[in-house]
């Protein structure tokens, strides 16, 4: 496997895996909403991240959890255009941008974002992969089954695993012949999925290692975890935790997370372990 990602010409390493701080400037995220809608407060937020361990930052302007609301193209631009500015002038944390706008795509990269994610993997709008092959950034590609509006109503596969797998095949190829070189997959905890499907696909998770790029898992404090334990999402972190470490002995990455520090203690003494 490719174990370098490009990132300005930086080589970032993940033979040891990496955490990813999710920074929503939403006012309806699922577990974080409307904390970080004044640049100030993601800045600080984003800072906190850094200092506790976060490889990357994931900002996302558009809440993609199950039923959210739909904003236009010019609303998710005024979220997080001023917050890429800010922190690529600020710090030099890699910054992702969770888009499945090319134009929210283009604008973020020209103002210091240096990734994009796209819970589409580019089939929402048929000029992203065309825009990140032209700026040379990773691409991390997610499967999802339908618009996150109605993706949870029916979930339903023949084979969920052979289906997430056969996706990202796909998707891998479609990036490479447009250019980009660096792609990472993601199976899309919670995108038109019932648990069953969820913990099937992190069962088996080791088996998307023969795609041969890096893995990211993003299951924090989702519903398959306090759904499966009667608990409520500010409950969630200890679950998000353990299902982390089984993340990492599986062959995840990339951890996209809340809680980095929690998270980053899990990569440490992952990378313990498999010292010896
Ligand atoms: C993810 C992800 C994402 N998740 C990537 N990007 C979200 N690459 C946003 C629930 O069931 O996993 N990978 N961007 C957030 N989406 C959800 C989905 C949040 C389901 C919550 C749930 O609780």
């Known amino acids: ?45 984003a800072i ?13 302007g558009y809440s993609s959890r199950p039923g959210a609301k739909n904003i236009s193209e010019d609303e998710e631009l005024d979220r997080v255009i001023p917050l890429v500015e800010r922190l690529s002038q600020e710090t030099d944390i890699p910054i992702s941008i969770d888009t499945f706008r090319s134009r929210v795509a283009d604008e ?30 990773p691409f991390i590609a997610m ?7 109605i993706m949870q109503d029916n979930p339903n596969y023949f084979d969920v695993l052979q289906e997430v797998y056969s996706y990202l095949e ?10 980009i070189e660096d792609v990472i997959v993601d199976p899309g905890f919670g995108f ?8 099937k696909l992190l069962n ?16 924090s404090r989702k519903s398959m975890i306090y759904k499966t334990l009667g608990i409520t999402v500010q409950d969630a972190l200890n679950g998000s935790t353990f299902l982390h470490a089984f993340s990492l002995n599986n062959g995840a990455n990339i951890l996209r997370v809340h809680d980095v520090k929690e998270a980053v203690e899990c990569v440490r003494l992952f990378d313990q372990i498999k010292k010896y």
């Open 192 to 199: 038109g999925k019932t648990t069953t499907h969820n913990y």
């Open 108 to 137: 973020s990269i020209k103002v210091g974002a240096s990734i994009i994610n796209d819970i589409s993997a580019g089939s929402d709008d048929v000029n992203m992969i065309p825009t990140v092959a032209r700026h040379k950034v």
């Open 48 to 60: 906190k991240m850094i200092d506790e361990g976060a490889s990357i930052i994931d900002i996302g």
């Open 170 to 179: 796909d998707v891998i190829h479609k990036c490479r012949s447009a250019g």
């Open 1 to 45: 496997m490719k174990r370098t990602i490009n990132i300005n010409g930086k080589k970032l390493d993940v033979s040891s895996p990496i955490v990813m701080g999710i920074l929503n400037v939403t006012p309806d995220s699922f577990s974080d909403g409307g904390k970080y809608i004044h640049t100030d407060d993601a800045v600080h937020k």
């Open 204 to 219: 088996h998770l080791n088996e998307f290692k023969s795609l041969n790029v890096p893995l990211l898992i993003g299951v």
């Open 143 to 149: 499967h999802k089954q339908g618009k996150p509006s």
